[in-house]
């Protein structure tokens, strides 16, 4: 009994001090947030992907870098904002890739599967949304970029 009261503060001080320890979140690093694409719960994912590729996995997405699309290791961030489901803000900002990666965003909760989805890209000198079609992978849709952006995924609508 006297080895299990010292065993528990002893258990519980460790846990405290390895909790103390841990490195502070990564901040992203990436596009610049501004107050159109900020909300009160941001959820941000940043990986360090070098030559030999590697994937980062959001929240509503995932990106993946094959091996040689970059020559050193890059801070790779995924931005989803609760206030735009829609959207994945890709960084660093400006980021270019010698191989086409692939992104892939999850169609928005309760969508209808009769219908068609295609991912955009933001052009900010146009300020307009630019589709660049997509492959469906049923939950989500997939297309290969060679640069970050902004990006959304939307059901696409037949004239």
Known sequence: MRIIR??????????????ACQEE?????GPEVTANH???????????IGASGGQVNGYNGSFIVPSGALSSTVSISMYYNSASPA???????????A??????????SGYDPTDE??????DEEEEEWI??????????????????????????IED
């Open 6 to 19: 010292t065993l528990i503060p002893l258990t519980l001080a460790l846990i405290i001090s390895l909790t």
């Open 25 to 29: 979140p990564r901040r992203p690093v």
């Open 38 to 48: 900020m909300d009160e719960n941001p959820v941000s994912t940043v990986v360090d």
């Open 87 to 97: 959207e994945a803000v890709m960084g660093p900002a400006g980021q270019q890739f």
């Open 99 to 108: 191989v086409a990666c692939d992104l892939i965003l999850d169609k928005p």
């Open 117 to 122: 989805f295609e991912i955009q890209l933001w």
């Open 131 to 156: 589709s660049l079609g997509g492959t469906s992978l049923g939950p989500a849709v997939k297309v290969s970029i060679s640069h970050f952006s902004k990006y959304q995924i939307v059901a696409t």
